[in-house]
């Protein structure tokens, strides 16, 4: 299992950015992918971003596209979300996933064995 811990969250105004970090540990040689995904209140969580770990390839909703970059360190066993041009809508909890498979490539969703880290809050004023 992998054990997620995500930082970074806060409060930003509208055409404002922000950087998430998920700090991994634990059976880091049995993951392919991690990526990030947000559930707003009173909605159901979503893909936000993707990124293998080996080769680095990246994935994106289309709400997001030409705002936020996921990237990742392998040494420091870290994944990050570079949020841009924040509006109002991308207000959610956002949460950090791993994935032994590569669900979250292909189907956007974390395969059998996946892990979640317990979220970090952002929240964007207009």
């Known amino acids: 299992q992998v054990q997620l811990v995500e930082s970074g969250g806060g409060l930003v105004q509208a055409g404002g950015s922000l950087r998430l970090s998920c700090a991994a540990s634990?059976?880091?040689?049995?993951?392919?992918?991690m990526g990030w995904f947000r559930q707003a209140p009173g909605k159901e969580r979503v893909f936000v971003a993707a990124?293998?770990?080996?080769?680095?390839?990246?994935y994106y909703a289309d709400s997001v596209k030409g705002r936020f970059t996921i990237s990742r360190d392998n040494g420091k066993n870290t994944v990050y979300l570079q949020m841009n041009s924040l509006k109002p809508e991308d207000t959610a909890v956002y949460y950090c996933?791993?994935?032994?498979?590569?669900?979250?490539?292909?189907?956007?969703?974390?395969?059998?064995?996946?892990?979640w880290g317990q979220g970090t809050q952002v929240t964007v004023s207009s």
């Open positions: 990124i293998t770990w080996s080769g680095g390839s990246t």
């Open positions: 634990g059976r880091m040689f049995s993951i392919n992918a």
């Open positions: 996933a791993a994935d032994p498979t590569l669900g979250l490539v292909i189907s956007r969703i974390p395969g059998l064995g996946g892990s």
